[in-house]
């Protein structure tokens, strides 16, 4: 079956970095979200993309969709420690055959104060 | 909105138990999904369901699982028996029709451990 690419696996960074992660498909898709997963809680949709090429921003968060619809990106700006947590990647094709969203295995992320 | 609400947050049982884990789905919504976590395999789909209906159980580990959705607002998760490998945190999530457009709706997990 289809499977997500998330990189890195974890992130061991600083407070006031910024932060980049991302995710690769070896199929398109035509939805991209990224979840946020806080230590103990269930993921928490962040943003999601339904163009390729688009960017789109929440607070310090920027996604974007790949162009060529098989990779998606994640930046944070100047990280705070409550962006601790695991970060997931999913991808869907509204409309198409594949009924599910697909996650990748997540990129945790660490913020030293 | 309550949000998805999974009950017990913690379990802790004796290998060869029977565990049932359960979900109530967000108002209105028709799809509610059953997944695994753990460190090695990440985020797994067990089974889901539409309109109360299984569509695809084909994660389901092995037949000591089974999940049922006897009605729109209530769904389970059963383990039986139980084994130590089963430990890990099992999420619910529901979503309306446009859930591959706006994602899934999870709750808070309930973590199992099998000793």
């Known amino acids: 079956g289809q499977q997500l690419n998330q990189s890195p696996q974890s992130m061991f960074i600083q407070e006031g970095e910024d932060v980049s992660m991302n995710c690769t498909s070896s199929?398109?898709?035509?939805?991209w979200l990224w979840y946020k997963q806080d230590p103990g809680e269930g993921p928490v949709l962040l943003i999601a993309?339904?163009?390729?090429?688009e960017l789109t921003s929440n607070g310090r968060l920027t996604a974007q969709f790949g162009i060529t619809r098989k990779d998606s990106f994640l930046n944070i700006s100047a990280s705070i420690p409550s962006d601790v947590g695991i970060y997931f990647c999913?991808?869907?094709?509204?409309?198409?055959?594949?009924?599910?969203?697909?996650f990748g295995k997540g990129t945790k992320l660490s913020v030293k104060p | 909105d309550a949000g998805v609400i999974q009950s017990p947050r913690h379990e802790v049982t004796e290998m060869g138990q029977e565990v049932t884990l359960r979900c109530k789905p967000i108002?209105?919504?028709?799809?509610l999904f059953w997944y695994r976590q753990t460190m090695m395999r990440g985020l797994e789909l067990l089974i889901y369901?539409?309109?109360?209906?299984?569509?695809?159980d084909s994660g389901m580990p092995e037949d000591r699982f089974s999940a049922k959705m006897p009605n729109a607002s209530f769904s389970t998760l059963k383990i039986q028996p139980s084994e130590p490998r089963d430990s890990a945190v099992y999420f619910c999530?529901?979503?309306?029709?446009?859930?591959?457009?706006?994602?899934?709706?999870f709750g808070s997990g309930t973590r199992l451990t099998v000793v």
């Open positions: 999530a529901s979503t309306g029709t446009g859930g591959l457009l706006y994602g899934y709706t």
């Open positions: 199929s398109i898709f035509n939805t």
């Open positions: 993309l339904y163009k390729a090429g």
């Open positions: 999913a991808g869907a094709n509204y409309g198409g055959s594949q009924g599910n969203l697909i």
């Open positions: 108002s209105g919504h028709n799809s």
């Open positions: 369901f539409n309109n109360n209906v299984p569509i695809d």
